[in-house]
Nanobody, 115 residues
């Protein structure tokens, strides 16, 4: 059973940084695509960033140049480094792993950007 454990959320001031972690258990992460999504209150869940097993990354326009997705296959962990955070980044952030049509979700972690 593949399970994802997400951590790293919290309250941060505008302009600050946070790093989210997504630890995968039950399978080797190196064959999975990793995705980060977020859902703000009253809005639909939206993709934020993704990274392939080979390390190719893609980002939503709203987070380009501020967020960085990465992976450490040896640690079975994916990361989302978030810099220059804005109030509009406030949301619950989720991690997903995907391979050959199978996807697994972690629990969400709250990120609140406020002064």
């Amino acid at each position: 059973q593949v399970q994802l454990a997400v951590s790293g959320g919290g309250l941060v001031q505008p302009g600050g940084s946070l790093r989210l972690s997504c630890v995968v258990s039950g399978s080797d992460l190196n064959v999975y695509h990793i995705f980060w999504y977020r859902q703000a209150p009253g809005k639909e869940r939206e993709p934020v960033a993704s990274i392939t097993p080979g390390g190719s990354a893609n980002y939503a326009d709203s987070v380009k140049a501020r967020f960085t997705i990465s992976r450490d296959n040896a640690k079975n962990t994916g990361y989302l480094q978030m810099n220059s955070l804005k109030p509009e980044d406030t949301a619950v952030y989720y991690c997903k792993s995907w391979r050959l049509g199978r996807e697994y979700w972690g629990q969400g972690t709250q990120v609140t950007v406020s002064s």
